[in-house]
C-alpha cells in the first residue's frame, strides 16, 4: 500500500512536458475555452459545406422569395433560416459563406506571415541602411487607417476577390514584420545563436535552426490575431464591392446585397454579420489564450 501511494506520488509530482504546460495555461482562460470549439466547429462547418448545405447555395426558389426564418410568423421547415430575395436558402449561403471567408483569411494570413517574416528576418539580420529602409516603409503603412490601405491596394488591382486578398495581406504585412525583427534583433544576441554561428552555420541555416523555433511564439499569436482582422476586412471590402462579386456567397458580399431589405426581411442582413461577430469573437478569444500560454511573462 505505502509503495502504491508513494507511485501515485511521484506520478502526479513528475514534470510536465510542452504540451501539457502548454494545456494548463490555456484552459485557465475561460473565453478561450469557449473561442476554441467555437472556431473548430466552423471550420468544421467550412471543410463539410457540400453535405451540411441542404441547398445549392446559387439555385433560386422561385415560389419563396424572401421567406422568413422557421421561428417568424410565415417561416416554414423548408427553410430554415429564410430565403433571400431571389428565393435561395440563407441556410446554405451562410455555410458555403463560411468556406469563403474562412479560406480566403486562412490564405490572406499565410501570404503575409510568409513575407512578413522573411522581410522582418532581412531587417533583423542586415540592420544598418536596409534595416532602416524597411522598418520606415512599415511605419507609413501602419499610418493609415488599414481598410483605407486596403481599399487603395484593390482600387490600384482591380476589383475581384483574389485582389482582395492581396490587399488584405498588404495590410497585415507591418505587423508580423515588426513581431520577426524585434524578435530576431533580440534573440541573434544570445549565447546558444553566436554558439550556433561559430558552428559554421550561414544566414539561413542560422536563423531556420536556432532564431525561428525560440520566435515563434509571437508569431503564432498574431497570426490568430491577424485571422480574425482578415476576416473583417475581406467582409469589408466585399461590403463595399470591392471583393468577393455576386452570386458568391461570402459574408460580406451577403451583407451588402441585402442590405435594401434591412426593414423588410432583416434576417437576410442580421445573419451573415452575426456569422462574421461569431466567427470573429471566437479567434480573438482563442488568440488571447494562445497569448497567456504561450507568453511566459503572462503565464499564472
Partial sequence: MGK???????????????????????????????????????????????????????????DAFLVPPVWQDGGSMRFWLGT????????????????????????VVMLALAFGVSIGALAGTLRGIPEIVIMRIMDMMLALPALLLAIVVVAVLGASLVNAAIAV??????HFVRITRASVVSETA????????????????????????????PLIVQATLAFSSAILDIAALGFLGLGAQPPTPEWGTLLSSSREFIQRAP??????????????????????????ALDPRLKR
Fill in 190 to 217: 544570445r549565447d546558444y545563436v553566436t554558439a550556433t554561428r561559430l558552428d559554421g552555420a550561414g544566414p539561413v541555416r542560422l536563423f531556420r535552426i536556432a532564431v525561428l523555433p525560440n520566435i515563434a511564439a
Fill in 84 to 107: 433571400d430575395d431571389l428565393g435561395r436558402d440563407m441556410l446554405s449561403r451562410l455555410i458555403f459563406g463560411a468556406r469563403f471567408s474562412l479560406s480566403i483569411a486562412l490564405a
Fill in 267 to 292: 434576417w437576410t442582413v442580421t445573419l451573415p454579420g452575426v456569422a462574421i461577430l461569431v466567427t470573429v469573437l471566437a479567434t480573438n478569444l482563442m488568440g488571447d489564450g494562445l497569448r497567456d
Fill in 4 to 62: 502504491l501511494g508513494s507511485s501515485k506520488l511521484i506520478t502526479a509530482n513528475a514534470p510536465k512536458g510542452p504540451w501539457g504546460e502548454f494545456w494548463d495555461s490555456y484552459r485557465q482562460n475561460l473565453g478561450a475555452l469557449i473561442g476554441l470549439p467555437t472556431l473548430v466547429l466552423m471550420v468544421l462547418v467550412a471543410v463539410f459545406a457540400p453535405w451540411l448545405a441542404p441547398y445549392d447555395p446559387a439555385i433560386q426558389h422561385t
Fill in 169 to 174: 495581406a498588404v495590410v497585415l504585412l507591418p
